[in-house]
């Protein structure tokens, strides 16, 4: 009773003027970033991440929030009309949704697209506010030597996730893991990997590794191109959007089916959950089920609406699904979360299995914002500025990089008022930026360094109350469950990879 | 990106340099990491672990992973280049890829001196003229140069820089250093 009154609290939260106002501008900030190629909504809660120094807790979990579910559904409008998905997740949106664009149905894609989102946001929403306490509840029955296999599973799982670059993303988890034990050691009050500076005493910050990693490297990468507009004006003159478009027709709705939508929804959320996976991975694996259980699998690849309701419907039901294991177990399993994670630390919380019942009040709003989001937000933000959005996406690169740039780097700035954090976030781009170019994924070096301290700290308390015995990691029952969870995931994304059907590669 | 699409080959040259040059800075950055980790002390005390044994452990793997990416990358040489002379001696078509010093395109590297420029600046002469010189600078290096709408970034540097203020110093507080407080 106390958790429905407090989920109920959460709305009211949002009635809030100033936390409304956050929401709102929260969505359109991701919907800007969603939508432009090469910007992501990560970047988004990324630059965002700074000024929560500012900003009241609530009030920074509810933009993160909007800014995370906007970044997942604005990029179909791109990928739809002119074939570049505005995100990654739009990826499978733009193999149907281009398709139907040529053949004079773009209206139509864009309509399913739109209503995907709204429905699948809204019920990983739910999802999230019905099972995030179950969880909470399972949370509390593992114990240290299963919380180290629980970290060791889910980095494991991101590392075996980045399908055909398993040995980079090891190395890049690896060195996240590197970088995080540079300062105090986790259980003795010993200084580490310090070279005798006193600067690196207290650590790495959060801050400059996500500022350099996705808003400097982006910056670099981008400065190789010599176009001055983020998409060429050409592209856009050909493609009309009318703001009728965003509706779709109701007999076609009904063909795709509230089974359709139900099971994409639940495909996205669960896949949400796992480490890694992110909405690229969801949309792949919804998309892929939508076409192996539909009665005309034929079809896909050619413009089928079945093939985007499902995609659309479970990039964005995978929010709800990805702040799960961040709330209940404090595994970040994508860049989000983990920047999410950065929000509540610098704010003095640590979400664990008591979180949810004790700081309710506080992530309340946040579970609200990711609902109103989806079921409001979305249609009326595409309904309203859908005509526009192609104009919107193609601005000046100078003007969009420099002032990115400021942001990033004065922010930076903000959490110890030094430029060592700003040199810092500069060393860090740099080094994401090789990092990128050689394809080694920069989102595990990021949740190597979130989860490696509390892996190397559960380690060795688990380890201290067994005598340095590490035969307790298998005879503890909860340890031995995610060992054994670890061996079923090597099993079926290593030895026997999933077939494909013709898909190609999952994104990573 | 360049602006032309470079061929299949030529892509796979022109990045195997930076596929073996990555795995060995991180080697070399790994081998200096566990020597300091060894430093700290023995990994195990009285059947406890110490500070030292999972950066030691932790290094040990990260080595043998980059030394896996290094045979890769070794092998993958071998390959391109026993592909390339059959094609070399088929065809000399191939799109010159763009310069590039130490991994780094001229942009890239024009980015980083300007941005390490402005760190520098930004605590001697204060937030307005580096930040205003800043996005001068990047406004000519993304937007073609300066002689090309130069009134335009005038007016967009002076405009982001006069926002930026607004954003951290009155929005959200942060005192932001300026050359009359120094």
């Known amino acids: 009773m106390d958790a429905i009154s407090g989920l109920l609290g959460g709305f009211a939260a949002l009635a809030n003027p100033e936390t409304l106002l956050y929401m709102i501008g929260g969505f359109l900030i991701g919907t800007f970033f969603g939508a432009v190629p090469g910007l992501t909504s990560v970047l988004a809660i990324a630059l965002l991440l700074p000024l ?40 499978m949106t733009a193999l149907e949704g281009y398709p139907m664009q040529q053949r004079g149905e773009g209206a139509k894609a864009l309509g399913h697209a739109a ?17 995030a306490p179950l969880a909470a509840d399972v949370a509390l029955l593992i114990r240290t030597p299963g919380k180290f296999s629980l970290i060791a599973f889910a980095l494991i799982v991101i590392i075996i996730s980045q399908r055909g670059s398993i040995t980079k993303g090891m190395i890049a988890t690896l060195f996240g893991v590197m970088i995080a034990t540079i300062g105090i050691d986790v259980v003795q009050p010993l200084a580490r990997f310090t070279f005798g500076t006193g600067v690196l005493v207290q650590g790495i910050d959060m801050m400059p590794l996500i500022i350099g990693t996705f808003a400097i490297s982006e910056l670099l990468v981008q400065a190789d191109s010599r176009s001055t507009r983020t998409v060429d004006p050409s592209m856009i003159k050909a493609a009309k959007v009318r703001r009728r478009d965003f509706i779709p027709p109701l007999s076609e709705v009904r063909e795709i089916g509230a089974l359709r939508y139900l099971k994409s929804a639940v495909i996205g959320y669960a896949v949400g959950i796992l480490p890694g996976a992110g909405g690229s991975m969801a949309a792949f694996v919804s998309y892929a089920e ?22 659309e419907c479970a990039n964005n ?19 989000t979360t983990a920047i999410v994670l950065g929000v509540l630390v610098i704010n003095g919380l640590q979400p664990g299995p008591q979180f949810m019942t004790q700081q309710l009040d506080l992530i309340a709003p946040m579970f609200a914002s990711l609902f109103v989001s989806a079921l409001i937000l979305i249609p ?13 996406v193609s601005i000046r690169r100078d003007v969009l990089y420099s002032s990115i740039a400021i942001v990033a780097l004065v922010g930076s700035y903000v959490a110890t ?25 920069t989102v595990c070096l990021l949740l190597g360094f979130v989860l490696g301290p509390s892996l190397e700290e559960y380690c060795r308390r688990a380890l201290s109350i067994n005598d340095g015995n590490p035969l307790i990691f298998f005879t503890s029952p909860d340890s031995l469950f995610f060992i054994a969870l670890t061996a079923v995931f090597f099993y079926f994304m290593v030895i026997r990879k999933p077939k494909d059907r013709g898909l190609g590669t999952p994104p990573a | 990106m360049s602006l032309k699409p470079s061929s299949p080959h030529s892509s796979r040259r022109a990045g195997l340099s930076g596929e073996f040059f990555v795995p060995a800075v991180l080697a070399l950055i790994t081998l200096v990491y566990l020597i300091s980790a060894i430093q700290l002390g023995p990994p195990m005390k ?17 080595l043998i992973a980059l030394s896996c990416a290094m045979i890769h990358a070794l092998r993958g040489r071998a390959r391109a280049s026993a592909e390339s ?33 402005y760190l520098l600046a930004f605590d001697l002469i204060g937030y307005f003229v580096a930040t205003f010189v800043y996005v001068l600078l990047l406004c000519c290096l993304f937007g073609g140069g300066f002689r090309d709408k130069w009134l335009t970034k005038l007016i967009a540097a002076a405009a982001i820089t006069l926002a930026g203020y607004l954003l951290f110093e009155v929005v959200f507080q942060v005192r932001l250093p300026t050359l009359w407080s120094q």
């Open chain 1, 317 to 335: 039901s995978m929010c709800g699904g990805a702040f799960v294991p961040m709330l209940t177990f404090g595994i970040p399993g994508d860049p």
């Open chain 1, 290 to 311: 939508s076409m192996r259980s539909s009665k005309h699998p034929e079809r896909y690849g050619k413009g089928n609406p079945e093939g985007i309701a499902a995609a």
């Open chain 1, 115 to 131: 209503l995907g989102s709204m429905i699948g946001g809204s019920l990983g929403a739910l999802l999230l506010m019905v099972m």
């Open chain 2, 85 to 117: 002379s059959s094609i070399d001696a088929e065809s000399h078509d191939e799109i010159p890829s763009g310069r590039q010093y130490a991994g780094l395109s001229l942009g890239a590297i024009g980015v980083v001196v300007l941005t390490a420029g």
């Open chain 1, 380 to 392: 009326l933000t595409l309904y309203l500025l859908g005509p526009y959005f192609l104009k919107i």
């Open chain 1, 52 to 91: 929560t120094y500012s900003l009241d807790v609530t009030t920074a979990l509810v933009a993160c929030a909007s800014i995370f579910m906007a970044g997942m559904c604005s990029g179909s409008i791109t990928a739809t009309t002119i074939n570049i998905p505005g995100a990654p997740s739009s990826m």
């Open chain 2, 46 to 62: 009285a059947g406890n672990m110490t500070a030292s044994f999972f950066p030691i452990a932790t290094a040990i793997i990260m």
């Open chain 1, 417 to 441: 008022y030094s430029t060592f954090q700003m040199a810092l976030a500069l060393v860090f781009g740099v080094l994401a930026y090789y990092l990128r170019k050689q394809k080694y994924p």
